[in-house]
């Protein structure tokens, strides 16, 4: 990590210069569609997530055009929500897990060409980067005899923790970075704090994540952007579920 992004983690996040796009995020595009166009600068991206949507390319592995996405409905872990079984409580103990030590390896995880449906592109990559060396785009990252094995990142504004990607090399290692990113997000247990995941999938259902309607999102995320933004510094933080306040099985 540069010096200048640990600088920028430990002042909080860097206002970027405001962006001249808007987003409306009740899918005036379609059903799932916010907009098509605009840029990846950072003052668009944070303008994107405070407005409720998010960029993604629609052309192959996340190629342009470049679309905003406004899911309905949306898939959020809330607080409390979070589903750890048996088998995952053991399986944490195998692995070592840090914030914000290798943002790019976290990125270029998910990014990796052989996964299946990829999309980040590498101009996705700069985008996020560029966010993460302001101090508003955080990695999850989950080592095992010190390689990186899995992960995850995300926007962070607020209440909100925006995920965009997460990758597994090893069994469970994304589903403990999920875990580690919930005791930091709710470890305070503000009701206002969300977890955005985009879309819920089987996996995620797993884990804790539901759907909700759009409009409950939009409400939900004006709550979340009231309240603090966790605590985000580059270190070592073991997942224990209790901090979490998650359910078992």
Same mark, same amino acid.
Do not use: C, Q
């Given at each position: 990590m540069a010096e200048h992004d640990v600088e920028a983690h430990a002042e909080g996040p860097i206002e970027p210069p405001p962006t001249p796009h808007r987003f409306d995020a009740t899918g005036g595009w379609g059903r799932d569609i916010a907009g098509v166009g605009a840029d990846l600068e950072p003052g668009t991206l944070l303008e994107a997530y405070r407005s409720g949507v998010f960029p993604m390319g629609v052309g192959r592995h996340?190629? *342009?055009?470049? @679309? #905003? #996405? %406004?899911?309905?409905?949306r898939g959020v872990l809330l607080p409390g929500g979070l589903r750890i079984s048996r088998s995952l409580r053991k399986s944490m103990r195998r692995f070592d897990v840090t914030f914000d030590t290798d943002f790019e390896g976290v990125v270029a995880g998910c990014a990796d060409p052989s996964r299946d449906g990829r999309w980040i592109t590498s101009a996705v +990559? @700069? +985008?996020?980067?560029?966010?993460?060396? /302001?101090? #508003? +785009?955080? %990695? $999850?990252? $989950?080592?095992? &005899?010190? &390689? /990186? @094995?899995? *992960?995850?990142?995300? @926007?962070?504004i607020g209440g909100l923790f925006a995920g965009e990607s997460m990758f597994h090399r090893e069994t469970d +290692? %994304?589903? $403990?970075?999920?875990v580690a990113l919930v005791e930091r997000c709710f470890a305070d247990h &503000?009701?206002?704090? $969300?977890?955005d995941t985009q #879309?819920?999938?089987?996996?995620?259902? %797993?884990?804790?994540?539901?759907?909700?309607?759009?409009? &409950?999102?939009l409400r939900r995320l004006s709550r979340a952007l009231e309240a603090p933004a966790p605590t985000w510094q580059p270190t070592r933080h073991p997942p224990g579920p209790d901090a979490a306040g998650e359910s078992g099985s």
């Open positions: 996340g190629a *342009g055009p470049l @679309v #905003w #996405w %406004s899911p309905e409905p +990559a @700069v +985008a996020y980067t560029r966010l993460h060396r /302001l101090g #508003w +785009a955080h %990695s $999850v990252e $989950v080592r095992r &005899d010190g &390689d /990186l @094995v899995g *992960g995850l990142y995300g @926007v962070s +290692a %994304s589903k $403990v970075a999920l &503000d009701t206002r704090r $969300v977890i #879309w819920s999938t089987p996996h995620l259902a %797993s884990l804790g994540v539901v759907d909700i309607p759009r409009s &409950d999102y």
